[in-house]
């Protein structure tokens, strides 16, 4: 079993940045695939990124395509998401994940791919 802990969030003006981190622990790092997550007040939960384990490979939602990057450093064992121009509707619990398969651009993540989560960290962008 993987443990995830969120950092980085916190309360943001439209058009700020915020820089998520994720420390994971209990399995080799670079094995991973890393993910990030968000839910928002009476939303389902969605994808925002993910990434393959050396980092070449990464994805994003649409909604955050251009504004959002995922990184990793596997010799700090840390995945990261660099939020910039944030709206309001980024407005969320972003969760950090841990899988073991990397799919291309073109899938569509729905969370069940991974198999370890952490607990979130609150992410709010007022207008």
């Known amino acids: 079993q993987v443990q995830l802990v969120e950092s980085g969030g916190g309360l943001v003006q439209a058009g700020g940045s915020l820089r998520l981190s994720c420390a994971a622990s209990?399995?080799?790092?670079?094995?991973?695939?890393m993910g990030w997550f968000r839910r928002a007040p009476g939303k389902e939960r969605e994808f925002v990124a993910a990434?393959?384990?050396?980092?070449?490979?990464?994805h994003y939602a649409d909604s955050v395509k251009g504004r959002f990057t995922i990184s990793r450093d596997n010799a700090k064992n840390t995945v990261y998401l660099q939020m910039n121009s944030l709206k309001p509707e980024d407005t969320a619990v972003y969760y950090c994940?841990?899988?073991?398969?990397?799919?291309?651009?073109?899938?569509?993540?729905?969370?069940?791919?991974?198999?370890?989560w952490g607990q979130g960290t609150q992410v709010t962008v007022s207008s």
């Open positions: 990434i393959s384990r050396s980092g070449v490979g990464v």
């Open positions: 209990g399995r080799t790092f670079s094995t991973l695939v």
């Open positions: 994940a841990a899988g073991s398969i990397y799919y291309s651009s073109s899938y569509s993540y729905t969370g069940a791919e991974f198999d370890d």
